[in-house]
């Protein structure tokens, strides 16, 4: 996974998967054309967090997010964002890197890097395995206890969101597809 190379250290992490009735390039489509206003949960837990109602497709929310696309190939997207995400004004406490150096380079140790991936596997003509992981490394200890207590507070609600984005491309793929 490309994920591996921009975040091989992490001390948080989470994994989501779906099985999708589509070939891959419908899936990877499907992924591309996904819009996080479509789930039912992506609104409230959005602006609950002071992040706003999301907008576009889910690159144009994450880039209007700050978030910056480390890779995009046909096996996969990585995007990523750093900053303080447990502080009461998120938004305001992101760094947004303008480029994939930018981020690498950081060395904050108030603040952590989150990564996420969504990867595309053939696992026949028709079928496609579409994983998303989400990875978090802090950079100091100060860093690291402020985001296990907001990671034990917000990880359910961030699978949740996960699940949801990946049921709705399985939708709109399989849509495609019939």
Same mark, same amino acid.
């Given at each position: ?16 998967? =779906? ?12 992924? !591309? !054309?996904? !819009? ?11 602006i609950?967090? %002071? ?6 497709t ?12 480390? =890779?995009? +190939?046909?096996?996969e997207?990585?995007? $990523? ?5 447990? /502080? ?11 480029? $994939? !150096? ?5 060395d904050?140790?108030?603040? =952590?890097? $989150? ?8 696992? =026949?003509?028709?079928? +496609?395995?579409?994983? +998303?992981? +989400? ?23 961030? %699978? ?17 597809? /019939?």
């Amino acid at each position: 996974m490309l994920l591996d190379s921009f975040l091989p250290t992490y001390e948080f992490s989470e994994r989501h998967e =779906a099985v999708v009735r589509a070939a891959r390039d419908v899936a990877r489509r499907a992924a !591309e !054309e996904w !819009e996080p206003r479509e789930s039912w949960l992506w609104r409230p837990l959005l602006i609950a967090r %002071g992040l706003g109602a999301p907008r576009g497709t889910m690159r144009q929310w994450a880039e209007s997010m700050g978030f910056v696309c480390l =890779a995009d +190939t046909p096996d996969e997207i990585v995007y $990523a964002q750093a900053g303080r995400f447990w /502080s009461l004004r998120e938004r305001a406490a992101l760094v947004s890197p303008k480029s $994939a !150096e930018e981020l690498l380079a950081l060395d904050d140790p108030r603040a =952590a890097v $989150a990564a996420m991936s969504i990867a595309f596997e053939s696992i =026949a003509p028709d079928r +496609t395995r579409i994983v +998303t992981e +989400t990875r978090v490394h802090a950079l100091g200890p100060h860093a690291r206890r402020r985001f296990r207590v907001y990671w034990l507070l917000i990880r359910p609600f961030s %699978g949740l969101l996960r699940r949801s984005m990946l049921a709705g491309i399985k939708k709109r793929a399989e849509s495609a597809v /019939s």
